[in-house]
């Protein structure tokens, strides 16, 4: 290591800087050449060292509580499947100077405006080919290239919208480009999470720190994906992939800040040439679509026939210009590893100029002087797919015989190079710059990339002012991916002055309201379950619960009440002699996948109470605890569960998904205690049936109340099926559905009443004139058969 940084003895930074040196031919952000510290660091390392080591920790973890209570995550892959992460926040920002980023922005966004300059050509005239600019086979052999779309000039006329740029410091100091992002760049959610946890870990630094705001940049990129509207009438939609995705966190935190809906493929149906979005009032016009899926996914009619995500006749729609896609598709083919090479000439040819901002040196090994110059220097080189969009030291990019190459194998290499030239690119070895980590009370130096956007606006390019670094957990800079154990930290661009606060909520002049009904259907399909299957688990514990109670009174399992109950909770999934977690963690996991579908419809603190939900459900006691200890933690988990109906379905606005929420809340329960009351209120069941019933109903206080008389099945029958006023009985329930359905879009239109509304007023009204004696066993039967029929009338109604 060369250029330790030098602090005085008395120096608060002095222990945490203890150690922290350059890499001898490494840049590193927080010392210059000369090892001293950089400027624009000085502030925040003199503020992070006058702290305490455990206020530290403490801030560090208030930043990671509110990632957690975001529900930030991004999803791990592995051989054996996949996995929700918590996002791995390295705490400390990466800060650089407004007039380091000044020149850096000016160099991204002439790569920009030269990125779109080649997509118009390739998609177009074919000039640079022809010309021999570009080989005709990086194109032509190219899967991102896609042939259906050539001559399709996008509508609004422009290629690309949204752009990120990997880059990063070379040993010199200079910024270079590591690889283009052009087909569904992500990150720029995450920026702006990373931005919120870190300004609360450093919050009394960061108001005062000249550090650039993001919202303008948001607020920019939102008003130009409006402005693409045909008109006002129409919507703007993000096209997920949906939640197996890594970055589908990212998905629904952009669509819930920039006010967009959150779309997947099946919601989407072309018609006569126009895009329309499945809802529950039928099909609506979308227009503009910010793809977040890649291209070949996008039409499995004209692309990718075994694409399952994907929008039969979008490429029709597209070639009509009856949609606005950002990005256009074939846009991926920009990311090509190969292209790096050849961007350089034709920066010259399209724009007259050089590149402001050089990307990492790059040979195409299909040309006879560049593969013989690989092969020459192949030891000092990273060796990889010509066609691959990965960055040089990613995994997928040197691989010899399926191993890692890294410079040194010249043999195996060569020979490598010799046989499969023209699919292969040399590329510089990368030297990461490396960045302040804070690794167990001091600075330490670790690789670090940082990834830039640029938008299109009205008014031209527009650079974020920050963005995101990706930080390596050892000195390997193929370390830095999150999938290898890599971590993230926020950057900031930091001025000499002070910054205007900026934030996107509206000007008061600005006020309007939005329309809140275009609900999709999936997204109302998924409300619809998200209520049942929350009402399940609490049937389920309540069933469960009365169990253990009895068992506790009567110290066996072997009663008749006992036996009875447990037969149906059999017929529910549940054994109450057998661990009960695993099972009800199933279920609340039907609920929370649900709830993941409609993230961007979903508030941060329902979606943290129904993960509660779920811990709480894997730690339920085993059957040592059988009883009474049991029984308490279900009688915990029940309180749990008010709060989360409460915390939802309260809070939540009155408008169409709350509706579905309701209406699932409410076909379960109304089923469940027809159930319920057939198997303990009918005559052959054993003692102690009806208080269980009214038990189970949750209805003990009120039956004391308002019959004089102890349970008996008229009473029971009465409170829990026929009664207006309880919330848990059936035909209260069903009035709920009623009502709901009135309500929703097409039950008030002209002419003969719909048959779900017909159907539901059948069942109400014909619950309405029995008395007690007269709903029998075989009645509750039928009835909880009719109710469930419901749901396949709301399905075909709402969901088709």
């Not at 002439?110 to 010309?131: F, M």
């Not at 600075?443 to 650079?463: D, H, I, K, N």
């Not at 809140?516 to 009402?535: C, F, M």
């Not at 026929?722 to 069903?734: E, M, T, W």
Request: charged share 20%.
């Amino acid at each position: 290591m060369t250029g330790r940084v030098a602090t005085p003895p008395s120096d608060p930074v002095a222990a945490l800087l203890r150690g922290y040196e350059r890499y001898a031919g490494v840049a590193d952000e927080l010392v210059d050449a000369k090892g001293e510290m950089r400027p624009v660091w000085r502030p925040f390392v003199q503020h992070l060292g006058r702290l305490p080591r455990d206020t530290v920790a403490a801030r560090f973890a208030r930043g990671d509580q509110y990632l957690r209570d975001a529900g930030v995550f991004y999803r791990l892959y592995a051989e054996s499947g996949s996995d929700e992460r918590s996002w791995p926040l390295s705490h400390v920002p990466v800060i650089v100077h407004e007039a380091e980023w000044d020149e850096i922005s000016a160099g991204l966004i002439q790569r920009a405006e030269l990125l779109e300059k080649v997509a118009a050509d390739l998609y177009g005239p074919n000039k640079l080919v022809a010309g021999g600019h570009l080989p005709a086979q990086l194109v032509a052999q190219n899967p991102e290239w896609l042939r259906p779309l050539v001559g399709v000039v996008p509508k609004g006329g422009h290629f690309l919208h949204f752009l990120a740029f990997e880059i990063g410091r070379s040993p010199d100091g200079s910024w270079f480009v590591l690889g283009d992002r052009t087909q569904a760049p992500s990150g720029a959610g995450f920026a702006l999470e990373n931005r919120v946890a870190t300004s609360r870990v450093f919050t009394d630094f960061f108001a005062n720190a000249n550090v650039h705001r993001l919202a303008a940049f948001f607020r920019g990129f939102r008003d130009a994906m409006n402005g693409l509207r045909q008109n006002e009438s129409t919507r703007v939609g993000i096209l997920s992939p949906g939640p197996m995705n890594d970055t589908y966190f990212e998905h629904t935190y952009i669509a819930r800040y920039l006010g967009f809906m959150l779309l997947e493929g099946e919601d989407l149906v072309v018609q006569d040439g126009a895009v329309m979005v499945r809802t529950v009032a039928g099909l609506r016009p979308v227009d503009v679509l910010w793809r977040r899926l890649d291209a070949r996914f996008a039409d499995p009619l004209e692309l990718d026939p075994s694409s399952r995500i994907g929008t039969p006749g979008m490429v029709g729609a597209l070639r009509a210009g009856q949609v606005a896609m950002v990005n256009a598709l074939g846009s991926g083919l920009l990311e090509t590893r190969a292209f790096l090479a050849f961007l350089p000439r034709i920066c010259e040819v399209l724009m007259g100029e050089r590149l402001k901002l050089p990307n990492i040196a790059t040979w195409w090994c299909g040309q006879s002087a560049e593969r013989a110059y690989v092969l020459a220097n192949a030891d000092r080189m990273l060796i990889g797919p010509a066609l691959s969009n990965r960055l040089p030291f990613e995994a997928d990019g040197a691989t010899v015989q399926g191993r890692a190459f890294r410079p040194g194998a010249h043999a195996a290499v060569s020979d490598w190079i010799k046989a499969e030239g023209p699919s292969l690119v040399g590329q510089e070895a990368v030297t990461l710059s490396t960045t302040p980590a804070y690794v167990e009370g001091r600075l330490r130096p670790l690789p670090m990339s940082l990834r830039a956007f640029v938008v299109r606006t009205p008014e031209g390019w527009q650079v974020m002012p920050g963005g995101y670094a990706r930080i390596g957990r050892t000195r390997d800079a193929s370390a830095i991916a999150m999938q290898r154990g890599g971590s993230v930290a926020d950057v900031w661009i930091v001025s000499d002055k002070p910054v205007e606060p900026d934030t996107n909520v509206a000007a008061p002049e600005t006020f309007r309201r939005s329309e809140l009904g275009v609900l999709p259907s999936r997204a109302a399909d998924n409300l619809y379950w998200l209520g049942r299957y929350v009402e399940r688990v609490e049937t389920a514990v309540r069933l469960l619960r009365a169990w253990h109670l009895r068992l506790a009174e009567s110290g066996t399992a072997d009663r008749p009440l006992l036996k009875s109950l447990g037969k149906y909770l059999a017929a529910h999934g549940f054994d109450p002699v057998q661990p009960i977690a695993e099972a009800l963690a199933e279920r609340v996991d039907d609920a929370r996948s649900c709830a993941g579908k409609v993230r961007d419809r979903f508030s941060t603190d329902g979606w943290m109470a129904l993960s509660d939900l779920a811990a709480a459900a894997s730690a339920m006691p085993g059957p040592d605890q059988a009883g009474d200890d049991t029984a308490r933690a279900l009688g915990q988990f029940l309180r749990q569960i008010a709060g989360f109906s409460g915390l939802v379905h309260e809070n939540m606005y009155r408008f169409t998904g709350w509706r579905f929420l309701t209406l699932g809340r409410a076909l379960e329960r109304a089923n469940s205690m027809c159930w319920t009351l057939a198997t303990f209120a009918d005559a052959k069941a054993p003692e102690g049936a009806l208080d269980l019933a009214v038990e189970v109903g949750d209805s003990l206080m009120t039956h004391r109340r308002r019959y004089t008389v102890a349970t008996n099945r008229a009473t029971v029958i009465d409170l829990l099926a026929l009664d207006d006023r309880n919330p848990r009985a059936v035909f209260f329930q069903l009035g709920e559905i009623r009502n709901q359905i009135a309500k929703l879009p097409g039950s008030d239109a002209a002419g003969p009443m719909p048959q779900l509304p017909r159907r539901v007023l059948e069942l109400h009204t014909g619950l309405a004139v029995l008395s007690p004696d007269e709903l029998t066993t075989d009645g509750l039967l039928k009835l909880r058969g009719a109710t469930a029929g419901l749901s396949g009338l709301i399905a075909d109604t709402f969901f088709g």
